[in-house]
Structures are given as structure tokens and as C-alpha cells.
Nanobody, 120 residues
């Protein structure tokens, strides 16, 4: 079992910054890929950014150059630094993690989600 707990969401003005954190705990020795998804009401959940255990990253085109994903493998924690936020970034953001797969698109474990609201 893997438990993921997100923190850092809230309300921010357009153009501002926000940092999300996600700490993993449970019965595992190490995690493979970790990442962040987001979902608006009535829409499909979309991958925002992923990072392998070795630090290889990938981003959705809509956030490239504005968001940065990083991780602390010793702390089993993944971060999402979001800069130059836009109203269209408003969503519920979900942490994702895999114990074995480095492909975050086949997510095994999900966090409960944290709301990010960007006001115009």
C-alpha cells in the first residue's frame, strides 16, 4: 500500500506562484515514477508532469516553461513548482506514484487531490 498526501494548494492571483508537495508513505522500499495530474469538473484527468526515479521529467505542453517537477527520493516526496499561473490552471491537482513502473501514465496510486484556484 502507498498513501499519498498532497499539500500546498489554495488561491493565488494570475501571474503568481505556488508550490505543491506530496509525501508518500506505506509499505514500500522505493518508488518508481511520480507525478502530478489535474482535473476540472466534467473533464478527464490530465497529466501535468512526471518524473522518474532517475530524475527524467516530462511535461504537458500547456505548462512547459512555467511548471517544474522535482523529487526527494530519500523523503519519498514529489514537488510541483508552478510559476506564471493562469486562470486556466485552476483545477484539482492529484499526486500520482508507482512502485514499479517508470511510466506515470499507468498510475498505480493516487492522492486525495488539492484545489488550486487562480484568480484573474
Amino acid at each position: 500500500q502507498v498513501q499519498l498526501v498532497e499539500s500546498g494548494g489554495g488561491l493565488v492571483q494570475a501571474g503568481g506562484s505556488m508550490r505543491l508537495s506530496c509525501a508518500a508513505s506505506g509499505t514500500f522500499s522505493r518508488l518508481a515514477a511520480m507525478g502530478w495530474y489535474r482535473q476540472a469538473p466534467g473533464k478527464q484527468r490530465e497529466l501535468v508532469a512526471g518524473i522518474t526515479r532517475g530524475g527524467i521529467t516530462n511535461y504537458a505542453d500547456s505548462v512547459k516553461g512555467r511548471f517544474t517537477i522535482s523529487r526527494d527520493t530519500a523523503k519519498n516526496t514529489v514537488y510541483l513548482q508552478m510559476n506564471i499561473l493562469k486562470p486556466e490552471d485552476t483545477d484539482v491537482y492529484y499526486c500520482a506514484a508507482n512502485r514499479y513502473s517508470e511510466n506515470i501514465r499507468t498510475t498505480e496510486w493516487w492522492g486525495q487531490g488539492t484545489q488550486v484556484t487562480v484568480s484573474s
